[in-house]
Every structure is written in structure tokens, then in C-alpha cells.
């Protein structure tokens, strides 16, 4: 476990910025969690008590506080809206490891924005954490989640079965894994032709 703050970053993309959490987001994380859509996969029922938005905020800086990971809110860079977040938590310095996790509302599905904020988020983490390996988990129903780490370069390493109960409802969850070697081969422009 990290003993030392971690500044949460300011990051841009071509579209995007992803910035710390502020009191005024919780309105808009209230929405995101509260939506049975978004959270159709999900490892924890959705959200019915808005209060849960301010312990959310509250969490992302304990763990930038105590050094353990950084979450960022998603915002479009053309208009300011607020898309949803992306997150490494669980680092540990003596692994050199973390974990990955992005929510997004439905506006923002099928665009490519989770893809370009977790993008923007493991560059600066592979940069700033010394990481040698990141680890992602998601639903096995959730292909769309599953594309997102496939197009950053995480391989599949295999499957957690019936590892998550909600509402009744038992799942399996896909285990994927990007190691800094991987990063470093899929990070370099293929040359010109």
C-alpha cells in the first residue's frame, strides 16, 4: 500500500477531459448509478440513496490521499457534459500493480469515449506509477466492456466463475490483464507505409 498522496490528474484528450471529482458532480454520478441500464452489469445493485454520490466523491480522495489509487470524472471537451468516470484503484507500489474500472452514462456508449479516457488514464499511470501490470474485470454478458479492453491491449486471462451476486442475480466475471511490455509495444505508432 502507497504511503504518500497521489495528485489526481488533469488529463486531455482529442475530445475528452478527465478531471478530480468535485462536490458538484454528485448529482450527475446520482444519475449514472441510479440508471438500471448502466448498471446492468454491475458488481453492486444501482444506487437508491443519493447520498451514495457523496460517499463516492468522499472515497476518490481518500484514495488519492492515501495514495492508493486516482478516479477521474469524464467530461466532453466540446460542451463540459459529464459522461462518467474512469479509475485505478488498488495500487501497490511493492507490484507495481493496480486495477481498472469506467462507468459511463448511455450517451456516451458506442463512441469510443471509454476506450480514449482509459487510454489517457493508463498513459499517465504507466508514466507516474512505475506499473508493471494492470488488471481489469468485467461482466461476461458485458461484450462491450470486453472490446474496450481488448482495443487497449489487455488479454484475457480467464474467467471468475459465479463470482458476483446482485439482487439474486449470479454472474461470472472475465479477468483481463495488461502487463507494462504490452503497454510499451501497443503504446508505439506502427511505422508509416
Given at each position: 500500500?502507497?504511503?504518500?498522496?497521489?495528485?489526481?490528474?488533469?488529463?486531455?484528450?482529442?475530445?475528452l477531459?478527465?478531471?478530480?471529482?468535485?462536490?458538484?458532480?454528485?448529482?450527475?454520478?446520482?444519475?449514472?448509478?441510479?440508471?438500471?441500464?448502466?448498471?446492468?452489469?454491475?458488481d453492486?445493485?444501482?444506487?437508491?440513496?443519493?447520498?451514495?454520490a457523496?460517499?463516492f466523491?468522499a472515497?476518490?480522495?481518500?484514495?488519492?490521499?492515501?495514495?492508493?489509487?486516482?478516479?477521474?470524472?469524464?467530461?466532453?471537451?466540446?460542451?463540459?457534459?459529464?459522461?462518467?468516470?474512469?479509475?485505478?484503484?488498488?495500487?501497490?507500489?511493492?507490484?507495481?500493480?493496480?486495477?481498472?474500472?469506467?462507468?459511463?452514462?448511455?450517451?456516451?456508449w458506442?463512441?469510443?469515449?471509454?476506450?480514449e479516457?482509459?487510454?489517457?488514464?493508463?498513459?499517465?499511470?504507466?508514466?507516474?506509477?512505475?506499473?508493471?501490470?494492470?488488471?481489469?474485470?468485467?461482466?461476461?454478458?458485458?461484450?462491450?466492456?470486453?472490446?474496450?479492453?481488448?482495443?487497449?491491449?489487455f488479454?484475457?486471462?480467464?474467467?471468475?466463475?459465479?463470482?458476483?451476486?446482485?439482487?439474486?442475480?449470479?454472474?461470472?466475471?472475465?479477468?483481463?490483464?495488461?502487463?507494462?511490455?504490452?503497454?510499451?509495444?501497443?503504446?508505439?505508432?506502427?511505422p508509416?507505409?
Amino acid at each position: 500500500m502507497a504511503d504518500m498522496p497521489l495528485e489526481t490528474p488533469h488529463l486531455r484528450t482529442d475530445r475528452l477531459r478527465l478531471r478530480p471529482f468535485t462536490d458538484a458532480d454528485v448529482d450527475h454520478l446520482f444519475a449514472l448509478h441510479s440508471n438500471p441500464a448502466v448498471m446492468r452489469y454491475w458488481d453492486s445493485p444501482r444506487w437508491s440513496d443519493a447520498a451514495r454520490a457523496q460517499r463516492f466523491v468522499a472515497k476518490c480522495r481518500e484514495i488519492a490521499d492515501e495514495g492508493t489509487g486516482a478516479r477521474v470524472a469524464i467530461e466532453r471537451a466540446a460542451d463540459g457534459a459529464f459522461l462518467g468516470w474512469c479509475g485505478l484503484i488498488e495500487w501497490d507500489p511493492d507490484y507495481r500493480s493496480a486495477s481498472l474500472g469506467y462507468c459511463l452514462d448511455e450517451a456516451g456508449w458506442g463512441q469510443g469515449y471509454a476506450t480514449e479516457a482509459a487510454h489517457a488514464l493508463l498513459r499517465w499511470a504507466f508514466d507516474t506509477l512505475d506499473l508493471n501490470r494492470v488488471q481489469s474485470e468485467t461482466d461476461t454478458r458485458n461484450l462491450a466492456s470486453a472490446r474496450v479492453l481488448e482495443k487497449l491491449g489487455f488479454v484475457h486471462e480467464g474467467t471468475l466463475r459465479e463470482d458476483c451476486v446482485v439482487d439474486g442475480d449470479v454472474s461470472d466475471s472475465w479477468v483481463f490483464g495488461l502487463l507494462r511490455r504490452e503497454w510499451q509495444r501497443s503504446a508505439v505508432p506502427a511505422p508509416a507505409t
